[in-house]
Structures are given as C-alpha cells and as structure tokens.
C-alpha cells in the first residue's frame, strides 16, 4: 500500500493521527504574499523578458547516478574505441545532429527539444552532485570527507519546489511540489537536495513513495479511513483547533509546523482536487502502454495529470538510486533496459503535451546529476565494462514554455570531456527555471537566524529562447 511521505528530518515521518488520515501530512503552506508576473506581455519583438512568466508548471526528469553524454546525447564517432563506446548513432529531426541509435523515438522528436551539451559543475560524488543539481548551491559543508558527512540536513539550500514554495505558496489543495516514485535512499544514506532544507519542513515538496504501475497503487494520504465520514472528519477538526487555541500549548516550532501540515491535509482531503489526479486508473489502457507498463514510464503520465491539475513543480526520478551509475556494464544496461524505457515514455508524454498544448506552458528538463567518463574502465572484480562519475560535462534536454526546439547549445572536445563552448552551470538551470515561471530576479530566501539568501545566483540560459550562442 502506497503512502505520501512528508519528512521531518531524515529519520522520522509526522502523522496526522489526530485527523484519522492514513498516510502523512502534505508539505506546502501559504504565506501571504504572491510573486505573479504577468501573462500579458506582448513584445513586438523577441525579448527574454517575453518568456518569463510563460511556464505555469516544471517538469524535471531526474536520470539519477549520471547517465552517460557520449552513449546518448553527445556521440564522438570519431573518437578512439576506448572513448566512443559500444553504440552507433542515427540522425535526428535536427541536421547534422546525431543521438544514440537506441533511442530512435526521441530522434523523431528532437524539434520539440533543444539539447544542451555543456552542462557543467565540480561535484563528482552522488550525493553532493544531487544537491547541486537540485538547487544550484553547494552544499554548505566543507569539500571531502565521507558520504556520512553529505547526507542530507536541514542546513542544505531548499531545493526548487521548496523554495517555490517559500515565494509564491497557494491554498488551493494543490501542492506546490510533487516528486515521485520515490525518495532517494541508499542504505544509511539520504541524498540531498530533496526538500526544503533551512526553510523547514512545512515547505517540503510532497514525495510519493510507490509504483504507479502497481495495480495496487494508492496515495493513501488522499482518501479517508474506512468509517470516516466527512461530518466526523470535520468534527475531529473542530476538536484540534480547539486544543490548539489552548494557551501555552504546543508552542514550539516543531509542533507549530505539525499543526499547519494537518490543516492542509484536511483542505485536500476535503477539496479532492488531487485525488483524481492521482487516480491513474483512469486513463485508458492503450495510453497507459503508449507510455510503457513500468516504474518510470507510469511516473511519466502521473506526472502529465500532476501538470494538468495544476501543480507547479513535478520532479520525476528514472531509478532508485543510482540506476545510471553505469559502471559495470554501461552498454548492456542502457540498450536493455534503461534508454528503451527512457524513448518511450519520453516520445509519450511529450506527444501528449504538444497535442494538448501544454508544453507551451510547462518547461520540461531531462537531466542527470552529471555524466560519465570518456574514457571506458573496468572495475576491481568486474569483467564488464562501464564509465565512471564526471561532471566537467554533459547533457541535458529542454522543450516547452518559450523554449526553442530543434536546436543544439554548446560544443564538448573530441571525446566529450570538456566545454569548447560556454558552459552552463545548474546555477544557471535553477535561474531558468524561476524566470520561466516569473519569479522577480531579487527574491531572497530567509533562513531560521533571519539572514537573506538570493535564490537565484546564476545566468538565464538564454540561448534556449533566442538560439544564439553567447
């Protein structure tokens, strides 16, 4: 049975027991100011000011443990066998633009994209990487150390649903971040970058825990107990508020945010609004296999009815963790598994959202938390070969909300390794994302000793409008 996770900290889940909600509290708020730009621009001429605003929902497709630039995006024909890997490439909608030959769905589509393929950072450990990647900060702990030192912590930069969250919240019974299937967990480790850091828990993005492809999939958090009716519900929330008004109680910052998450859990058990959207069961059977009968692919079209209900920030995650960490056998993982999955549901969603005409209000970005080495290694004890973590560059994919299609930004070496053309920093993807959505360039967060943080420190990548290099 699935439950809807709201974390605390990063051992412990609140409940709304005193609601009799099955599942756990939802984790959005609203204060009482906006940060809405206008929709109503009307340039005579290409301006980047004329797409702000233009994205109503974010879509990040997070290939999590770094997928491969050279065995996908990014293909160096030319290069020697040690570099250029086991895969041919095919030619895309794009002339003289190729892409791997495994994914000849998304080669049909490259006009709805622009490929970008001098992303870049310094980060080449998982989890510091994901921190980066999913807030365009560091993380605030010194550079070395053991991954015990890099788990996440609620002194870690809020990630962009939460500090969307911060600046433009809503009351409406939609959250203002979902990211699903799953939450990133590998034994002891959580990786950060995943909630709202130093704003605190209230502004956590609500995370699914569970398989859209299970026939038994359920967002408990969504539906009442059994012999709960409405009227008692309702009743039991008349009961709280009341011990909540009491004087000298529950008064701690804890508690205070535990009594604002069960109010919003009780508006969105009584709005309903996602409830259906979460309801994948019903969407025909032929979509549902149009987007593949599997973990991510579900997610995929999840995450189309998460943007057609309206929630701003959807984060979508191919694989636990890890899953594109392709050091033992890079070519037989992607050919089998993970770029057939990856071109069907992509081909889908993206179909659906041209077709519908929501891709001209939703930024989509398909991304890793960086790439794979150029050269091809095996490891100790291995005897199947595989690439390695690097992040001096890689690729990443952007369609939709203002964003031109059918174009290539940037330019890597013979072998992929490094930027020959301007590279572009998750700083500078975190900028992107908050001026799509007409977030004002000098907002600032506020952490618990009250000291201002900007949330946007890089560059707008601007050639994903206008189509020039700068």
């Not at 993380?139 to 609620?154: H, K, M, N």
């Not at 001096?392 to 994919?397: F, K, R, V």
């Not at 301007?422 to 975190?430: F, I």
Request: with cysteine.
């Amino acid at each position: 049975m699935l439950e809807a996770r709201y974390r605390l900290d990063r051992r412990g889940w609140l409940q709304v027991g005193a609601l009799g909600v099955v599942g756990s509290i939802l984790p959005w708020q609203q204060p009482a100011n906006s940060l809405l730009a206008s929709d109503n621009q009307s340039p005579k001429s290409f301006e980047l000011s004329s797409v702000s605003g233009k994205a109503k929902s974010v879509l990040i497709v997070l290939l999590s443990g770094g997928p491969s630039q050279l065995d996908m995006w990014d293909p160096k024909p030319e290069a020697p066998a040690e570099v250029r890997g086991e895969f041919s490439s095919i030619g895309t909608t794009i002339s003289g633009v190729a892409i791997c030959e495994h994914m000849p769905r998304l080669a049909k589509q490259t006009n709805l994209w622009t490929l970008l393929r001098t992303m870049s950072h310094r980060e080449h450990n998982h989890l510091l990487a994901t921190h980066v990647a999913l807030t365009g900060r560091d993380t605030p702990i010194p550079r070395g150390g053991s991954d015990l030192d890099r788990v996440e912590s609620r002194n870690d930069f809020p990630n962009f649903a939460a500090a969307l969250d911060f600046v433009r919240p809503r009351n409406d019974g939609i959250p203002t971040g979902v990211s699903l299937p799953n939450y990133l967990i590998e034994g002891p480790l959580t990786w950060p970058g995943q909630h709202a850091g130093f704003l605190g828990a209230k502004h956590d993005p609500w995370q699914i825990q569970g398989d859209p492809n299970a026939s038994a999939f359920k967002v408990d958090a969504l539906s009442l107990r059994e012999g709960v009716p409405q009227q008692r519900l309702a009743s039991r929330r008349e009961l709280l508020q009341h011990l909540n008004n009491k004087p000298n109680t529950n008064s701690s910052t804890e508690l205070a945010a535990f009594r604002d998450q069960q109010e919003i859990a009780y508006r969105l058990l009584t709005s309903g609004k996602m409830t259906d959207a979460f309801d994948i069961s019903r969407e025909p059977e032929a979509t549902r296999e149009r987007y593949g009968k599997n973990k991510f692919g579900q997610s995929l079209l999840l995450s189309r009815r998460m943007i057609e209900a309206g929630v701003p920030m959807i984060q979508a995650t191919m694989g636990i963790v890890q899953t594109w960490d392709t050091h033992v056998d890079n070519w037989g993982r992607l050919k089998n598994t993970l770029l057939p999955q990856l071109d069907q549901g992509l081909e889908a969603l993206m179909t659906d959202l041209s077709t519908s005409g929501l891709l001209e209000q939703t930024l989509v970005i398909v991304m890793g938390e960086f790439g794979r080495t150029p050269k091809i290694s095996t490891l100790p004890g291995e005897k199947i070969a595989g690439r390695d973590h690097w992040a001096h560059a890689y690729s990443g994919l952007f369609a939709g909300a203002g964003v031109r299609g059918g174009q290539v930004i940037g330019q890597t070496d013979f072998q992929a390794a490094y930027p020959v053309t301007r590279p572009w920093t998750p700083a500078d993807v975190c900028s992107t994302i908050f001026h799509a959505l007409g977030v004002p360039d000098d907002v600032q967060l506020t952490d618990p000793l009250q000291r201002p943080h900007h949330l946007l420190n890089g560059t707008v990548i601007s050639p994903l409008y206008t189509g020039r290099e700068t």
